[in-house]
T-cell receptor
């Protein structure tokens, strides 16, 4: 149980284009999902908290107009990187909170590697 | 603001031996959760173990156990009978409770299990 998927697992795009990454909780409902960014050999950096049916909450320094987050259902959150540039190349990871289990534990997706040329 | 410190960037251990990874944190909160996550080369984050601050008993999960010292704000992970599959990055995480459910991660410890 508590499986989170991400799609795509890797994507290469041209500078200036937009890329959408999907995060799905497969066997539980997630009112809250989180989006992280991870650079090589570094820790996870929280970008934003995604709440179902409301606007995402962004961490300080994260451009909300560049990283658009939509949490339209209890099992799906999307991250769109708009007008991507090479500096946006990174590993993006989502997680989902399984509230019903009562543990407040986050379950992580397998990540998406984004390369912007 | 809370902080999480992992002072060992890299460690190695012989297969079947025991290794302890350190984690300290700073908080003024009384209620919180602490976690250890494993990130193998596949980069999939896997929950290893979880500890509620109000519980004095140390959490255990098979070969994994923690030494939770609340007064010292220390939360170390002990891996017994190390296996090659334990080779990974290990992250310690803090979550205030109740709160926003956000995790604060440490910088990680890269563990290599040697055959």
């Amino acid at each position: 149980g508590a499986v989170v998927s991400q799609h795509p697992s890797w994507v290469i795009c041209k500078s200036g284009t937009s890329v959408k990454i999907e995060c799905r909780s497969l066997d539980f409902q997630a009112t809250t999902m989180f989006w992280y960014r991870q650079f090589p050999k570094q820790s996870l950096m929280l970008m934003a908290t995604s709440n179902e049916g409301s606007k995402a909450t962004y961490e300080q320094g994260v451009e909300k107009d560049k990283f658009l987050i939509n949490h339209a259902s209890l099992t799906l959150s999307t991250l769109t990187v708009t007008s991507a540039h090479p500096e946006d190349s990174s590993f993006y990871i989502c997680s989902a909170r399984d509230q019903k289990r009562g543990t407040d534990t986050q379950y992580f997706g397998p990540g998406t590697r984004l390369t912007v040329l | 603001a809370q902080t999480v410190t992992q002072s060992q960037p890299e460690m190695s251990v012989q297969e079947a031996e025991t290794v302890t990874l350190s984690c300290t944190y700073d908080t003024s909160e009384n209620n919180y959760y602490l976690f250890w996550y494993k990130q193998p080369p596949s980069r999939q984050m896997i929950l290893v173990i979880r500890q509620e601050a109000y519980k004095q008993q140390n959490a255990t999960e098979n070969r994994f156990s923690v030494n939770f010292q609340k007064a010292a704000k220390s939360f170390s992970l002990k891996i017994s009978d190390s296996q090659l599959g334990d080779t990974a990055m290990y992250f310690c995480a803090f979550m205030k409770h109740p709160g926003t459910y956000k995790y604060i991660f440490g910088t990680g410890t890269r563990l290599k299990v040697l055959a």
